[in-house]
């Protein structure tokens, strides 16, 4: 379906032709169908990447009354980045209205304008509710972006205690609430708070995406993540890639290496004040860096179309979180990869998530890609100590081993624990003896 066979206003189908969007997508399509006719509580779940921001975008333009200036939409998200990106999205339509009001509410605002729709993070508006002076009467639906990462123990009280200071009824308000990813438990809590509840998406799947390549990256002589990422990086090109660590130590390390390498790089974690990360987050979105380091804090929502490539130095806990991460590439219909540092911590996770996506693997080799079929080349035998062999000699010998269901299974975790000690300790002192090596090169040369 294209937009401008949609029954909205002039005024936006102008803002949706000069944006260049043509055509919706197909949850684009069935969100407006269900949303713009009637106001509805609703879950819109879609995979990353198919325009989940415009579903709720467009009905929510289309059916506001801008004659009336007081606030009539809340957009709530969990990070101060997505709230960024969201409000530059709805500016982009806001400019084709000159009655249409949009706001930000960040940590260090103050609202003095009035607001058609307001849009901040969950803690701000806890915040602002307590000493604002924003008239919430007209107030008619409320928006939960990226929903499931709001969601936590808090979350409930936190939604009852902001419509008791808003001094509203949670039955008088729609709830919109939107992801890329649901639990049962999180399904079942949204019924809770917003009944009747329409739960709208075209597929069930989460790993849907058949734009993004998923690629192992792999070097046979057992060295260290960190110098396979390093010698990966000066092998293949790219155009914007994003590289995701789990360790904030580790997001500094890869961070450090890169601008010594005076590639064009960026950095996002947390821990760095919200200024400096406006900034740097205003210059991705100009495609002013090649190159962004970051934590998962950068793997939910954030829009930035000319991803080319994604890469995992680790692998999050959770396959969920994974699915973020690629889903930073190929959006909008575009291609993208998304590459794997190998090593041993990552092997399980890496086996988990072959249930949901098609692994390719690339094996490193006197710093070229060599594309391999299967992981027959992954398989690591590290060497034990004798004090390991007699820990898994007693282990087998137990003659006190109480046979139960499973037993078997238990004694297989217990070995297992053993060599991934080994594993460990055996890379980390190959790591150690090539840092010692190449400092006492430097040094010679130096000389």
Not at 55 to 61: A, G, I, N, R, T
Not at 79 to 94: D, P, V
Not at 420 to 443: A, F, M, P, V
Request: proline share 3%; glycine share 2%; aromatic share 12%.
């Amino acid at each position: 379906m294209f937009f401008t066979e949609l029954p909205i206003k002039t005024w936006l189908k102008e803002a949706l032709k000069k944006n260049n969007f043509l055509k919706l997508t197909p949850i684009q399509e069935v969100s407006f169908k269900t949303l713009n006719s009637r106001p509805f509580n609703a879950i819109i779940f879609a995979p990353t990447g198919t325009g989940k921001t415009l579903s709720y975008l467009l009905p929510v333009l289309n059916n506001i009354d801008y004659e009336q200036q007081e606030l009539q939409c809340l957009v709530i998200l969990p990070t101060h980045e997505l709230s960024w990106q969201t409000y530059e999205n709805f500016k982009k339509f806001a400019k084709f209205n000159e009655k249409i009001k949009i706001n930000l509410l960040a940590k260090q605002d103050t609202l003095n304008t009035p607001s058609h729709v307001l849009i901040s993070t969950l803690s701000t508006i806890k915040n602002e509710i307590k000493s604002s002076k924003i008239n919430w009467k007209c107030l008619k639906v409320i928006i939960f972006d990226e929903a499931d990462m709001l969601f936590d123990n808090t979350f409930a009280i936190d939604i009852n205690n902001i419509f008791t200071k808003m001094k509203l009824s949670q039955k008088k308000i729609k709830k919109i609430f939107l992801s890329a990813s649901l639990t049962i438990d999180q399904i079942n809590f949204y019924k809770k708070i917003a009944s009747p509840l329409k739960f709208i998406h075209t597929t069930k799947k989460l790993f849907t995406n058949n734009h993004i390549k998923h690629i192992v990256v792999y070097k046979k002589n057992d060295q260290h993540q960190f110098l396979t990422l390093k010698e990966f990086i000066l092998s293949f090109e790219t155009y914007f890639c994003i590289i995701f660590a789990n360790k904030k130590e580790d997001v500094e390390k890869i961070y450090q290496w890169l601008s010594k390498t005076k590639k064009n790089v960026a950095i996002l974690h947390s821990e760095l004040n919200q200024s400096f990360r406006k900034q740097v987050f205003q210059k991705l979105r100009k495609n002013e860096y090649n190159y962004l380091v970051c934590s998962d804090l950068m793997a939910r929502g954030i829009d930035f179309p000319n991803v080319s490539d994604v890469i995992s130095y680790d692998l999050p806990q959770e396959n969920l979180w994974y699915l973020h991460r690629c889903g930073r590439s190929a959006r909008n219909k575009n291609f993208g990869r998304s590459f794997v540092i190998y090593c041993p911590e990552n092997k399980q996770k890496i086996a988990k998530l072959k249930k949901h996506v098609k692994w390719n693997y690339w094996l490193l080799e006197q710093k070229k890609i060599k594309k391999i079929k299967d992981e027959n080349n992954f398989k690591h035998h590290f060497p034990l100590t004798d004090k390991q062999r007699q820990e898994i000699k007693k282990i087998y010998n137990n003659k006190n081993l109480k046979i139960k269901p499973g037993y078997k299974k238990k004694i297989k975790e217990k070995i297992f624990k053993i060599k991934q000690k080994s594993k460990r300790k055996y890379l980390n002192l190959k790591y150690q003896k090539i840092l010692r090596e190449r400092t006492k090169n430097e040094i010679q040369s130096k000389k």
